[in-house]
């Protein structure tokens, strides 16, 4: 009752018309006024546009609501704000509302909002959750491309696909009308967009049954489980909610080249614990440790110096591993391959799948290592190499492989010699030796240099005939003139044959003929000399110089026909005023 008349007077003064009234006022009277007037407004609060106040309702008529925020003027919400809350909420006199403060018109009079404020509070409240990482409740109202919208707080907030589940959802309607359990997990304060995911939550809820199943592990447990994918190097295994690495090696004592040779998809197989660490959730499963080791296997009498057979079954750079028994596997080095240094490459003397037999040089069934030789199976040529292939003596081999600078070449087992690229020929330039011969092919050689210590076998094909370079010395000397065929144009020149055997270089300048035509590809035509290298084995020749000193020469001699005949009628005349003398003096 007090507060409705309370109400009543603030209206009667808010109405009353001081201006007429203060015309009945001295000045003293209306300086006192106004001083009142300040103090009062000292009191009240500043007015900020666009925040939230917490407010009283005071009236409420048909079409509006007012209300006190605690300023000088009441404000005014349109009733139609109240009819779109999908809250159905109705405020009586004297209930506590807030509202925004949305702006002071030039009366004075607030314009305020109840939806405004709402939004603004249900913003707030959104950041909030996401800044602390709140789940949040909310109710999905439609699908839409590549997800749902979702309801959070009255606003409308996207939920892509790919978060609704940990698994690929097809069918989004039917979660359209359900209420959902979400995280937001970005918002573009811009564009006022929001989006959440419900996969967060069910990854955290799998973390943490993870946890807790690892945290019950121990190693050496036996447990059953699914093969679930399978990769190159392994294959991940369903514990049960738990995924657990079972690497290749882990999977046969036997090696293997694929995961698929021992395990497929959906594969349901028992596993023993090999490692569990609980800081980064991760277990390691084993395979063949559900089996007896090989090695308890291995033949007891197997010592050193036993010889073994056994299958090729891992090439490496340094070696090769050999199967004795599936499981069991031996160290081949690449050293003990051949007494031959010459042997470059494993895949020079063995190949997988290969049955081989060599000789035991070590074992250790503690520490379940083996190791094999082959070359010493036989005795080592090289200690009386000397005697059989002597330096300058004539053999035959076979071509076995070519490399950038030469030939390996097989004189007999375990005894290889290499043939330098520049030992093939005297006379052809020969860029690879592939240029030459073939793999296989037989070659007859020369012992050039024998080295005992580095097992190295120098050979030579060249020498088995005399250096023409010797011959060509005396016939292709400088100044000589040859017939030759261009066989070839290059950048700076072209190649001449001017024999079967021997090829000279004409730089271009020298290719131009009498009539100021090159000479072309196919053409005969004689060549001069202008250079020759025996030690380089180079010939340099030009058809230009050919022509041009013919040219030169026959000036010459026609220059010294012209002064001989001069010369001959001067020595006529005096002969004949000489005799003239000589007759006149007889006389």
């Not at 607030?110 to 939004?119: F, G, H, P």
């Not at 120098?458 to 005939?465: E, I």
Request: charged share 30%.
């Amino acid at each position: 009752m007090t507060n409705n008349k309370n109400i009543l007077i603030k209206e009667k003064i808010q109405s009353f018309d001081w201006t007429k009234y203060e015309t009945h006022f001295n000045n003293e009277k209306q300086k006192e006024r106004k001083k009142f007037e300040e103090i009062y407004e000292k009191t009240l609060p500043k007015v900020q546009e666009l925040e939230i106040y917490k407010g009283i309702v005071t009236h409420v008529t048909e079409k509006h609501i007012i209300v006190d925020i605690g300023f000088k003027a009441e404000g005014v919400i349109s009733i139609s704000e109240f009819s779109k809350d999908k809250d159905n909420v109705s405020f009586d006199i004297g209930s506590p509302i807030e509202v925004m403060l949305v702006k002071m018109d030039y009366k004075g009079q607030c314009i305020i909002s109840y939806q405004k404020a709402k939004i603004l509070r249900n913003w707030q409240r959104i950041n909030k959750s996401y800044e602390k990482g709140e789940v949040i409740l909310g109710y999905v109202v439609a699908r839409t491309k590549g997800g749902l919208i979702i309801e959070i707080f009255d606003i409308e907030c996207f939920l892509p696909g790919s978060h609704i589940n940990v698994k690929p959802v097809r069918d989004y309607d039917t979660y359209v009308g359900k209420t959902m359990e979400v995280k937001v997990v970005k918002i573009n304060q811009k564009t006022k967009n929001v989006v959440v995911s419900h996969k967060v939550l069910i990854e955290r809820d799998i973390e943490e049954q993870k946890k807790e199943m690892i945290s019950k592990l121990d190693k050496g447990q036996v447990l059953e489980g699914k093969i679930k994918n399978i990769l190159p190097y392994g294959a991940f295994v369903d514990l049960g909610g738990v995924d657990a690495l079972l690497h290749i090696t882990d999977m046969s004592w036997p090696h293997i080249n694929h995961p698929t040779e021992v395990v497929q998809l959906e594969q349901e197989l028992k596993f023993v614990v090999l490692g569990v660490d609980k800081d980064k959730n991760r277990v390691q499963l084993g395979l063949k440790q559900m089996h007896p080791h090989p090695w308890n296997s291995l033949d007891k009498n197997l010592k050193i110096g036993s010889i073994i057979k056994g299958k090729v079954s891992v090439i490496a750079d340094y070696g090769a591993f050999i199967e004795i028994i599936p499981g069991v596997e031996a160290l081949l080095h690449i050293s003990e391959m051949s007494w031959s240094t010459d042997l470059s490459s494993t895949q020079d003397f063995v190949q997988i799948g290969e049955e081989i037999e060599a000789i035991i040089l070590t074992i250790d069934r503690q520490e379940r290592k083996m190791s094999l030789s082959i070359k010493q199976l036989t005795p080592d040529p090289w200690i009386n190499i000397k005697h059989k292939y002597p330096v300058g003596s004539q053999h035959t081999g076979y071509v076995r492989k070519f490399t950038n600078f030469g030939i390996l070449l097989k004189l007999e087992k375990n005894i290889y010699g290499i043939i330098y690229t520049n030992d093939l020929s005297w006379t052809k330039k020969i860029k690879h030796p592939s240029e030459f011969c073939k793999i296989n092919d037989e070659l007859k050689v020369v012992i050039i240099s024998l080295d005992t210590q580095t097992r190295r076998l120098n050979l030579g094909h060249k020498q088995l005939m005399e250096n023409p370079w010797n011959k060509y010395e005396k016939i292709y000397y400088t100044g000589s003139i040859h017939d030759g065929i261009i066989v070839n144009f290059l950048e700076k020149g072209a190649t001449i044959l001017i024999n079967k055997e021997i090829e000279a270089f004409a730089p271009l300048r020298f290719l131009e003929k009498k009539d100021g035509k090159i000479i072309k590809k196919g053409e005969k035509i004689n060549f001069k000399v202008i250079e020759f290298n025996k030690e380089n084995k180079k010939i340099i020749v030009s058809h230009t110089s050919v022509y041009r000193d013919q040219h030169d020469k026959n000036k010459r001699k026609d220059q010294r026909s012209r002064k001989f005949e001069r010369s001959t009628f001067g020595d006529i005349a005096g002969l004949v005023k000489l005799k003239e003398k000589i007759e006149k003096e007889k006389k």
